[in-house]
């Protein structure tokens, strides 16, 4: 029987009193398997994290998940704080109290798990945009999240960067028995995934086959 990570079910939410942001939204993301999340601007993908993240409270409706859950943002440079790599990811380890060499090894794990070991002491600002979104990627792995919510990680980033990044997250929930769900607009992401959902007015109207979810949206397109 398939076991679901993320289970969204029958969510409601509204910023404000009139107007209903998320309206009856469920979805659910099978346990280890990459998962899009794509929708017209304004439909609610970004309100789906942050409720998926805690940072806010439906009105209605069921959210199960197991913690620790990773966030990734668009911009990393609204992500990554500290000055040096190694920093950066120690910071997201405080509230565990772990021993230095703990720390180190936390570090050198999640680097090797981006592909970007070695890089502990650079500076962030001496990085490549792809490399700052994989270091906050691993940010996240160090923190041992099995869930990774991702919201338009290669928005700003150029093509190869892009491929380079998507290509990366598969092969870290194929490794790691991760389940991510990772929102978009960039239809040729869709051939890296397991699923996707099509999301409309707060809505799922489709999910399942990605090349399946990529056709409608073309074909609305038109
Ligand atoms: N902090 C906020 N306060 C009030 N309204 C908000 C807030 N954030 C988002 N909204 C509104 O909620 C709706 C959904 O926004 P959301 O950011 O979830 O859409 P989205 O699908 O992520 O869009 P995009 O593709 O542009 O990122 C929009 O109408 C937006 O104006
Ligand atoms: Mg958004």
Redesign the pocket.
């Known amino acids: 029987m398939t076991k679901f990570a993320i289970n969204v079910d029958n969510v409601s939410f509204s ?2 009193k009139n ?1 209903s ?1 998320l309206e009856s939204c469920s979805l659910a993301v099978p346990q280890g398997e990459f998962w899009m999340l794509l ?12 409720l998926l993240t805690n940072l806010l409270v439906p009105k209605s409706g069921t959210i199960k998940m197991n913690p620790p859950v990773g966030l990734v943002f ?1 911009n990393p440079d609204r992500q990554l704080i500290m000055p040096t790599v190694g920093a950066d990811i120690a910071f997201g380890l405080v509230s565990e109290n772990l021993s230095l060499s703990e720390t180190r090894l936390r570090i050198s794990e999640a680097l090797l798990a981006v592909n970007l070991l070695g890089l502990e002491k650079k500076p962030i600002y001496a990085l490549s945009g792809g490399q700052k979104q994989r270091i906050a990627i691993a940010g996240e792995i160090a923190r041992r999240c099995s869930i990774l919510l991702l ?2 990680p290669t928005a700003l980033l150029d093509h190869e960067a892009q491929l380079e990044l998507v290509k990366g997250v598969r092969n870290l929930v194929k490794a790691r028995k991760i389940t991510a769900l990772w ?1 978009t ?1 960039r239809l040729e992401e869709l051939d890296y995934c397991d699923g996707a959902f099509l ?1 409309e007015k ?1 809505k799922v109207i489709q999910q399942g086959h990605p090349q399946t979810i990529k056709k409608q949206i073309l074909y609305t397109e038109l």
């Open positions: 910023w404000c107007s942001i929708g017209a601007n304004g439909s609610g993908k970004s309100t789906l994290l942050q668009q919201d338009e929102v607009h999301l707060g």
